[in-house]
């Protein structure tokens, strides 16, 4: 323990480093390392037998029924060696173990009423001391319910709630989806709280396979467990305790240095979005690039990072105006000409205009750019069919929505439909080098250009062509935060959001001259290629961080 204690600190630095302390500690405790053993105090063989008379007691009594004996436990279901005053033995030990259920719902006299009723999804309060429903006294008498002592322990038996853990401070009944354990006098409530708390792993691994993971009141009470003494249970809670409690304090020291990195990487990014000039810009970047081992240790850090240069770039500050350049009215005029001359080819349908008025500018470009909407830009802009095609699974083309559009290629997952030749021609459309898709439908914002791959357009993935305008340029444009907001504040859904083809054509677009694209394109690869190595330094500092917590946890 004492080695443990050492190396707190590399727990700290290490991203799953305290949960698993305390996974750890719990562990310790349940093996008899946590606390010395006292020989001279009644062993668990002894406690054992006083446990068995306190139940024919309470049987005789008429407080309990007299239950079927388990089966005995043979030494090859042990897990390990225990001390010689300790025991193994099963939950069922402990105490008398009863689930709840659930009053019917139609029947409006069995609820809001006095006595709390406990849900899985309020068990892990850890100290119960409120429920959000109470049933009445008719529900009491009338439904399998138990009105369950203070200190009763509590274990959530079904879905995601599977494992965790309560120790009632009131009296409550619960649903059918907890089992509560009223303990004999000769069991610590807390030392059971962390024993079940030990075992959270090993209930969820029981309950998985069906389609609601569940476990069962059978499988908590067969489950096989350590039993110390009764003083050396309260021992081991004291001292569970207080190591919990320096886990705390480590916690809430990371939560403090995380979230102080944060304020310092938020004044920084901050500083670097509000500067006017190049000589401001150029200082706030200096800022940041000096202190990337500082600033950049979280992944979440670099995703703001990614985002800002994103939004950096389509506001004209990642790289310098040139005043070689073409100017954006003889760029546009360019624009239009080659529009025409697709139009005169029967390449492309006449267009409305979409004229962006002043005041709709979302924000701040240089003098030698121009805003304009996506559909001024573009020869076709349209969506995927609005329908199920036929599927034919020796068909060579496959059938794609947004989810298949990955950081600017077309993905072909494993349950990827394809469609024949035929179902192809039907509904093929105008796609050529200059498309760019993007999601609109249920997942919003992927992206993916088009490679000349076989394949027919669900409704959620929108395309369009692209006239003399650089691609990779636009694609930053759609990764950026700023588009984001844009398609969701114009979504429309409740649960599924769907951005309309006229959304899409509408989009303002900070469109610069065509040579400031490429440089804006070339910069924003060079700082991804940079955010991308930060990524794989943390990872590889997490994964050596780790390998090192597992080399220290291994000699304790």
Same mark, same amino acid.
């Given at each position: 323990m004492k080695l443990l204690e050492k190396h707190f600190e590399i727990a700290l630095e290490t991203p799953d480093g305290i949960t698993r302390l305390r996974e750890l500690i719990l562990k310790l405790a349940m093996q008899g390392k946590l606390v010395e053993q006292n020989l001279k105090e009644q062993s668990a063989h002894e406690l054992i037998e006083d446990i068995k008379k306190e139940r024919q007691k309470l049987i005789k009594l008429g407080k309990i029924r007299k239950q079927k004996e388990l089966e005995l436990i043979k030494n090859d279901e042990t897990l390990y060696q225990l001390p010689s005053n300790w025991k193994w033995v099963r939950l069922n030990e402990f105490g008398t173990w009863k689930s709840g259920s659930t009053p019917n719902r139609s029947n409006s006299s069995f609820y809001n009423g006095n006595i709390p009723w406990v849900k899985s999804g309020e068990v892990k309060q850890g100290l119960i001391k409120e429920t959000s429903e109470a049933i009445s006294e008719l529900a009491l008498e009338k439904c399998s319910l138990d009105l369950n002592p203070r200190g009763s322990v509590l274990v959530a038996m079904y879905g995601a709630n599977i494992?965790?853990?309560?120790?009632?401070?009131?009296? *409550?009944?619960?649903?059918?989806?907890?089992?509560?354990?009223?303990?004999?006098?000769?069991?610590?409530?807390?030392?059971?709280?962390?024993?079940?708390?030990?075992?959270?792993?090993?209930?969820?691994?029981?309950? *998985?396979?069906?389609?609601?993971?569940?476990?069962?009141?059978?499988?908590?009470?067969?489950?096989?467990?350590?039993?110390?003494?009764?003083?050396?249970?309260?021992?081991?809670?004291?001292?569970?305790?207080?190591?919990?409690?320096?886990?705390?304090?480590?916690?809430?020291?990371?939560?403090?240095?995380?979230?102080?990195?944060?304020?310092?990487?938020?004044?920084?990014?901050?500083?670097?979005?509000?500067?006017?000039?190049?000589?401001?810009?150029?200082?706030?970047?200096?800022?940041?690039?000096?202190?990337?081992?500082?600033?950049?240790?979280?992944?979440?850090?670099?995703?703001?990072?990614k985002d800002v240069i994103l939004n950096l770039a389509i506001k004209g500050k990642l790289v310098g105006q040139n005043d070689n350049d073409e100017s954006i009215e003889?760029?546009?005029?360019?624009?239009?000409?080659?529009?025409?001359?697709?139009?005169?080819?029967?390449?492309?349908?006449?267009?409305?205009?979409?004229?962006?008025?002043?005041?709709?500018?979302?924000?701040?470009?240089?003098?030698?750019?121009?805003?304009?909407?996506?559909?001024?830009?573009?020869?076709?802009?349209?969506?995927?069919?609005?329908?199920?095609?036929?599927?034919?699974?020796?068909?060579?083309?496959?059938?794609?929505?947004?989810?298949?559009?990955?950081?600017?290629?077309?993905?072909?997952?494993?349950?990827?439909?394809?469609?024949?030749?035929?179902?192809?021609?039907?509904?093929?459309?105008?796609?050529?080098?200059?498309?760019?898709?993007?999601?609109?439908?249920?997942?919003?914002?992927?992206?993916?250009?088009?490679?000349?791959?076989?394949?027919?357009?669900?409704?959620?993935?929108?395309?369009?062509?692209?006239?003399?305008?650089?691609?990779?340029?636009?694609?930053?444009?759609?990764?950026?935060?700023?588009f984001l907001n844009y398609a969701f504040s114009s979504a429309t859904g409740t649960t599924i959001k769907n951005v309309s083809l006229k959304t899409m054509r509408e989009l303002p677009i900070p469109l610069p001259p065509l040579n400031e694209q490429e440089r804006i394109v070339e910069r924003v690869n060079q700082l991804f290629k940079l955010c991308d190595t930060l990524e794989k330094n943390i990872e590889q500092s997490s994964k050596k961080q780790s390998q090192l917590l597992n080399a220290v946890l291994a000699q304790v």
């Open positions: 494992g965790e853990v309560g120790i009632l401070d009131i009296e *409550a009944t619960t649903n059918q989806a907890v089992c509560a354990c009223n303990i004999f006098s000769l069991i610590n409530n807390k030392y059971l709280f962390n024993l079940i708390s030990s075992l959270k792993q090993n209930f969820i691994n029981q309950g *998985a396979g069906a389609a609601q993971p569940n476990i069962s009141r059978e499988k908590i009470i067969n489950t096989i467990v350590p039993l110390p003494p009764f003083e050396e249970q309260k021992r081991i809670v004291e001292k569970i305790d207080q190591l919990m409690l320096l886990c705390d304090k480590l916690e809430a020291e990371r939560n403090s240095k995380n979230k102080l990195q944060l304020q310092i990487n938020s004044a920084a990014i901050n500083n670097l979005i509000k500067a006017n000039d190049e000589i401001s810009f150029n200082k706030a970047w200096s800022f940041i690039a000096n202190r990337f081992d500082t600033l950049y240790t979280v992944k979440q850090n670099v995703t703001v990072l003889n760029y546009l005029k360019k624009i239009i000409e080659e529009k025409n001359e697709l139009l005169k080819k029967g390449l492309m349908k006449k267009q409305a205009s979409f004229p962006i008025k002043d005041n709709d500018f979302p924000f701040s470009i240089p003098l030698r750019w121009k805003w304009i909407c996506l559909g001024e830009i573009v020869s076709l802009l349209g969506d995927g069919i609005h329908g199920t095609p036929e599927y034919d699974i020796h068909g060579e083309y496959y059938f794609i929505n947004g989810n298949n559009l990955t950081d600017g290629k077309i993905e072909i997952k494993e349950n990827t439909k394809t469609v024949s030749n035929e179902q192809f021609i039907k509904h093929k459309r105008n796609l050529n080098d200059k498309t760019v898709f993007v999601s609109i439908n249920g997942t919003i914002g992927n992206v993916a250009f088009y490679n000349n791959e076989k394949i027919i357009l669900g409704k959620s993935a929108c395309y369009f062509n692209l006239v003399n305008v650089n691609k990779n340029y636009i694609k930053i444009i759609l990764n950026s935060s700023y």
